[in-house]
């Protein structure tokens, strides 16, 4: 598949709505699909979806649409869906212990540890994987290949752990820390801010209101 | 303050970032602030900082820039955050305990009540609020007003209790399931989809690497 660059973000976020909607076109049992039909089940404009698939490649067929089975699989290989990523998440609090508990098996998210600074929480099993002490982290990430870590200690700490899992070789960060991290070039992180969700659905139900 | 309309959506969502931003350097006991400061911390440019502040009123000072408590007290004006928002869990497993311990009191969040389906979680208290069963969900709406309805039940109940939350009278829905629900227009609805937002780093991690 030929690769296509400068692929704006907001397409980007797209396409995990895309893979959701496809994902249950396929167990539905639906073969193919027009751009139109997807459009009024997704609810972006049918020429705002081709706009998107084209920025990847050449999936529709005119008079035809899109394959179904075939259209999934080839957004799940463009992001990244078929591999395996080892993670690990620091701060098992309530977040921590929701996102471990979660199954994100689906984005190839391996989970290999857990860590925490309580030593109430340490030694507890999530889903059979035994919290480790935090202080164990940097030796931890000496020793183990770890693709993505995710954060969710209180934001104080949330620099510190940041740090240690860059200089650990950790490729991609989920922060849920409220705070905005210092990374190097070129490293990714992906910010789930909750308050600041709350705090958008706060401000749309006033203007409702008025 | 004088109310302006059709204020866009990429605006409305800064606006939690500022407050964030100013709350901290309230802390940090800073007074002012000129546009240029600010830009270095939040990473906005000065002339996009102006321009989304000036959406909602005249705040700056040439040559003084921002009074930092005034401005504060405007955004979480602003953003309603000065009022109390009467609100309910729906679906206390992971993401719906992490929710209810969660602190978003700062963003006007009464929580009055938690709803589960498992009779293993209904009678447990989060935070000195018992979880109801959700068969009592209706009934609770009737007697109670409720602001705001968090989702937190597998996606194939979500639709379900989205129904039930608006026949009931809420007025926003802050849903963590991974569906899109159908609400009837007018109602707020503000999404939190972990895949989506998994799947995007991963995308992302995937492209640094190529």
């Known amino acids: 598949m030929e690769k296509k660059k400068n692929i704006s973000m907001a397409v980007i976020k797209r396409l995990p709505k895309y893979h959701r909607y496809l994902g249950e076109l396929l167990k539905n049992d639906v073969d193919r699909i027009s751009s139109k039909e997807l459009s009024e089940k997704i609810g972006f404009t049918a020429s705002q979806i081709r706009q998107d698939l084209n920025c990847f490649g050449d999936f529709g067929q005119q008079g035809y649409g899109y394959n179904v089975r075939e259209l999934h699989s080839q957004i799940s290989s463009i992001l990244g869906l078929n591999k395996k990523y080892n993670t690990i998440i620091v701060g098992a609090g309530n977040i921590g212990q929701a996102i471990a508990n979660y199954r994100f098996d689906k984005a190839g998210f391996n989970l290999v540890g857990i860590f925490d600074a309580n030593p109430k929480l340490i030694g507890i099993r999530i889903r059979d994987i035994e919290i480790q002490d935090i202080d164990d982290l940097q030796s931890f990430l000496k020793n183990n290949h770890i693709d993505i870590g995710v954060i969710c200690v209180p934001k104080l700490n949330a620099q510190k752990v940041c740090d240690e899992l860059v200089q650990g070789g950790v490729k ?16 990714t992180v992906e910010n789930v801010h909750l308050s600041e969700s709350v705090m958008t659905l706060v401000y749309l139900l006033n203007q409702k209101e008025e």
Request: charged share 10%; net charge negative; glycine share 12%.
């Open 172 to 187: 991609g960060i989920w922060n849920f820390a409220p705070v905005d991290l210092n990374v190097p070039e070129g490293m």
